[in-house]
């Protein structure tokens, strides 16, 4: 018998993928389904056997939900969240960002901590192997300090365009690459670089392609750590693949490359050249723990090659962990961890992997207030503190 009685509000891709991904978990019945689009509502809804809704409040009169998740377009996370939260449900779990203005994201966090409500955010990155395993070299601090770091999350042109129908157009200027992908990156810096934040922001947008939305940010990011890390999201390129995602960190005594979605003529990839401090049973000590959290890497003792020969001296050997063709991961992978969170009463489930806490409303907050102080520093052409935003 499932234990948690779910709604899903908004029956899009991902509201729907969220309510198929929940009808598979055993210990969670999806119940209602609801959208502006009753006809939607019902489209998702009926395979799954629940009761579907062209209205929130309805749904909750009518249903006793341990569970609701939002999955409405980026700027409407308010109304439903809000109303679930008065309507007394214990947990909800939100799409990204938490908001798109800083006014939505503060109200949400209030009502939340006032509530004593369980909010997840499904920054659903984190789930990732190659992912956890950034996490996981920057936090052992195995390429020293990291000082300088990179990272390019770009959509083709077809996302802002075409990828909901006849919505597109109105959906994408609702939102952003600032919100829509800058919000994905904008997590796994944080959640890598911890306790590290964001301490002021000097970004640029280009509007010359859509008109209805910018069609890039380009910011640098300055933590409270020193340091510093490029973020740029464009959704105008004209290429084969959907999504481009590469990432990579300069550290003190080491550097991360890692290919998540690989460009033209790359394959998804990740290597880590590791400090020189590491001793060879050290580096198969780290190879195993992070095989055991779900990132099978190759373990590296090599010299390294003749392009590199002024940077070791000869016969002098290098450590590294590398992996190649990776798994992205299941794409609600969070939600299952999520799930157990809630039936264990706790943020650090037995079943989740990954270094520290699942997302909650805090992460969302200082997600959204770095996303727009990127937008607001883009707009006004100057450096913001975050200390402004909140």
């Given amino acids: 018998m499932p234990e948690l009685q779910v709604g899903v509000v908004g029956a899009g891709l991902l509201g729907s993928a969220h309510a198929r991904n929940l009808d598979e978990n055993p210990q969670t ?68 960002p938490l908001a798109t203005t800083v006014e939505d994201a503060l109200a949400l966090y209030e009502a939340a901590e006032q509530r004593g409500t369980r909010f997840f955010i499904n920054y659903a990155n984190r789930t990732a192997p190659m992912d956890i395993a950034t996490c996981y070299v920057i936090r052992q601090g195995l390429l020293g300090d990291v000082v300088y770091g990179e990272s390019r999350l ?23 690459t600032a919100h829509f992908l800058l919000s994905h990156v904008v997590d796994l810096l944080r959640w890598y670089l ?24 380009d910011a640098q990011l300055l933590f409270d750590n020193g340091a510093r890390i490029r973020v740029k999201a464009e959704w105008i390129k004209h290429m084969d693949e959907l999504v481009e995602f590469y990432m990579a960190f300069s550290g003190s005594e080491g550097m991360l490359i890692y290919n ?48 590199a020969v002024g940077l070791a001296t000869e016969g002098e050997t290098a450590r590294a962990l590398e992996s190649w063709d990776h798994s992205l991961g299941k794409s609600m992978a969070l939600q299952d961890y999520i799930v157990d969170a809630i039936l264990g009463d706790t943020l650090e489930p037995e079943s989740w992997k990954g270094p520290g806490p699942l997302p909650t409303h805090h992460d969302g907050l200082l997600q959204s207030l770095v996303v727009s102080a990127i937008i607001r520093s883009a707009d006004e052409g100057r450096v913001v503190a975050l200390s402004e935003l909140a």
């Fill in 154 to 176: 770009d959509d083709n042109i077809s996302v802002p365009t075409r990828l909901w129908g006849e919505r597109s157009q109105a959906w994408a200027a609702g939102s952003s």
């Fill in 260 to 307: 998540k979605l690989a460009a033209f003529g790359a394959r998804p990839s990740w290597r880590a050249n590791l400090s020189q401090q590491l001793d060879t049973e050290a580096l198969l000590a780290h190879q195993n723990a992070l095989l055991e959290a779900g990132a099978n890497l190759r373990a590296l003792v090599h010299r390294p090659t003749p392009a």
């Fill in 29 to 96: 019945q999806v119940a209602a389904v609801c959208d502006l689009r009753l006809e939607t509502a019902q489209a998702v809804a009926a395979p799954l056997g629940a009761q579907a809704y062209g209205d929130i409040q309805e749904m909750l009169q009518a249903h006793v939900l341990d569970l609701v998740v939002v999955a409405t377009p980026d700027p409407y996370h308010r109304e439903p969240s809000m109303a679930a939260m008065q309507a007394g449900v214990p947990n909800i779990l939100q799409e990204k």
């Fill in 194 to 217: 911890h306790p590290a934040e964001v301490q002021e922001v000097c970004a640029v947008k280009q509007e010359r392609v859509l008109g209805f939305t910018p069609d890039l940010y």
